[in-house]
């Protein structure tokens, strides 16, 4: 990303939140009004508010400008889990030009700089990430599947906690998102410990043959499994695993976005199932990049098989 570039994506909110002001006192001023005047007043006042959360420099997160254009985004989002405004390829570039290659401290530092200081990515962010590496800590796993790439920031969290010999498998059904992790990956120099796979384990059985055919997942061979991708495929995700046999006592299920967005299917099944196929640990915490909105994230050990 260029330097000038890179100065107008940075104070993109300031210039819409005066952009919003200067709009709304045109029209206010105008004889001829197309929307009533309350609207315009209101329009005003959330561009104030806008430009003065940019300049502050301590923004208040749901008043910025990158948080705001991803909302009004939201659809597009829902369905191509991508913004639309370019911000996750924007991610890729400044991860190239910014970090240390072969740095993955430093590839992760600098992306939840570009996520505090110029766009909102829906990565799991460092709250919930710290909570994330302290269960690869603990569990010291051989064989980790991730639902959910996105831009590949929790891939390098369990790649930097996990231990040298371990493997990342990585499920994510956006090829572009797949191909931006890629390239971050590469950078942080673990593309050889994280594997990218294309896809989605609701596909009619195509990838959960690949798994097994190309990358060896056997009965029991699956230590931790990080579900953040589709909150309604969290529990039939989980059912095909188990399905397959691949979790062993002791495997470890993390789950994010438990209370915001929400996954209450999931949540009710860990409920029903605690202590006697499932032992539960809820870690509270906040949705990324903020502290205003709460989250939990679900750490659950699979106990095997329930009598
Ligand atoms: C919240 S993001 C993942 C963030 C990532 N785990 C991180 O913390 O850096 C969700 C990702 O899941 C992907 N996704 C959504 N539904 C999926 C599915 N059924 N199978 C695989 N990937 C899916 C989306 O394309 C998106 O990239």
Redesign the pocket.
Known sequence: MGAAVKQVRKRSGTFAGCALVAGAACMLGSPVRPVPRWVLWSAAGLGTAITANELSGKPVPFLRWSFLRMVMRSKHLATE??VGDGREAALADHVETHARPGDVDDVIRVVDGFCRHYSF?????DEK?AILDDAVHRLQPRRLL??????????LRMARAMPADAHVYS????PA?AEIARRVLAHAGVAHRVTVVV????DGGETLRRLRDEHGFRAGSLDLV?L???KD?YLP?LQRILDEGWLHPGSVVVA??IRFPGVPAFHSYMRDHEDTLWRTTEHRAHVEYQSLLRDVVLESTYLGHSA
């Not at 499920?171 to 956006?174: H, K, P, Q, S």
């Not at 896809?199 to 609701?202: C, E, I, M, R």
């Open positions: 889990w991508q990515l829906i990565n799991v962010g990430g991730e639902l959910g790439t996105y831009c590949g920031y929790s891939a499920i994510e059904f956006n998102n896809g989605t384990l609701g990080f953040d991708h589709a495929a995700d994010d976005n």
